[in-house]
């Protein structure tokens, strides 16, 4: 298996083709390919034991097309370490999809630090999509410290549905300002004894600040998850809200805590957390349908990670 | 004989008995209205019959095509052709309308897009939606009725299925029934409306968990009229007698 076969398995093997598109591969700590569009600079050094990254999206420059960052190991055991900047410059836009490709992991690390500075009305997208082989053998560990000034907008999706999640810490620190928006959406399924940790903590400094943090993580077998949501609003006119949902089956596990701090009279957050089995009302309406117990908690589990 | 027989049913919850000795049948391709005011017993019925939690534990006997279904799991039954379609149809976060009535679908039925259409739901607006709060209670009612066309089952429960629904789209709800009929389903609905009750042939007319009367729908139509006043669960169908029509 090489890296062509990863790629075709993310299904992007024809962005990649694409001179319009830009791109950047690596396997482990090796860049495979890169392809860049005028607004973007992507530069790498590739070290023993990391590979770093740096990103720059000029001021004002918009790249109208996803950038494709792919992070692949076709080894059975190796350990990946990002050490990632990204700089979008102000009135910039982007949207990057990155994909963590892992099919073959026995036992596999995958480490991402990343600090990422989101300039004044610019706007970065970030959606990061793992494929993971079905064996369990991965600790993935993606942190970012996410900086937004006036009027700057930050979403991420992370979305780790495909293949067993080993072990996951998802660690996220993010601070807006002035009018800024932060949205964060996590989604999980873990299954076998998968070891699931959300942490995101938001703080809304700036006036009119917003932010949203949502996770949907689903457990089953003997998978744990603990969801950890905080958001903390020192700014007249702050706004936020805080929404986790996770459903466990069989000898699964899940915590939420949500933790909402408003330190300012004119600030806002709100939270709502669920944990529990399936709906009944939405299990028995798909069954009478004439889909069997299984079937329907596949349906509405899919549905909730989509 | 019916095609679905209800025999002596008594159902207890918590101490109230809700369905007090319950014998009925609906007939074969057919269109029936089950009746009465709140409290009286209708939902309930419905939801014995397709054997959901919490009202599966009931005395007495349901039949469908002759066999005891009394035993049967919530999608067993479904898979002889029974099914049901809430008062509050349910939501579902990230599922998409196209999945939702591709669950249902039965082989060679009617497509997707046929069943929105029927039911006044436009596919290019409405497939790729998800089936979650964004969508108003009209709109899911609408849904899941496209979702009992799809499935073409041989007997339907329609809870209450005007409710949320606007007067304008009321009619599409009427075509769905008749397309249901035309499929050859027997079609209950539960209800509290006149314009629905006058879609069946015959009614069933509940209250305080029995059955109080039933024949042709013009003969229990009175009830809606204001000629039978709630009482203490003593009401007849009033043909003279006092204002509650008791003789």
Known sequence: MDMNNLLEMAGVNGALQDPDTAHLAIDVHRVMSKNLVPGLQVETEEAEGVIRVRIRVEEGAHIHRPVHLCFGITHQQAQQLIDMDVEVGRKARIEVLSHCIFPRATDVRHQMQARIHVGEDASYRYLEKHIHSDRGGLAVYPSAQVELERGARFS???????????????????????????EMVSRVNGRGDDDISIREVGYLV????RGALTSRVAVRDRAQAQVYNKLRATAPHARGHVDCKEIIQDDGKATAIPIVEVVHPLA???????IGSVDTKQLETLMARGLDEDQATELIIEGLLS | MGILEVSNLHLTINGTRILNDVTLDFWEGHVHAVVGPNGAGKSTLAAAIMGLEGYRDVEGDIR??????????????????????WQEPARYE????????????????????????QVGLSPARYLHRAVDKSLSGGERKKLELASILVMEPRFVMLDEPDSGIDVASLHKIFEGIQSLRKQGATVVLITHSITVMKQAEHAFLFCGGRLIDKGRTPSILPYFEGECLPCDHQNVPTRGGDEHGHE
């Open chain 2, 64 to 85: 469908f095509e002759g066999q005891s279904i009394t035993g049967l799991s919530v999608d067993q039954r479904a898979k002889k052709g029974i099914t049901l379609a």
């Open chain 1, 156 to 182: 991420t999706d992370f979305e780790l549905v495909r293949g067993r999640v080993g072990t996951l810490a998802i660690d996220y620190v993010l601070t807006g300002r002035y009018h800024s928006i932060l």
């Open chain 1, 206 to 209: 700036g006036e009119h600040a």
């Open chain 2, 94 to 117: 990230g599922l998409s309308v196209a999945k939702f009535l591709g669950a249902a679908a039965a082989d060679g039925g009617i497509t997707a897009e046929e069943a929105l259409e």
């Open chain 1, 268 to 274: 806002h957050v709100t939270h709502e957390a669920a």
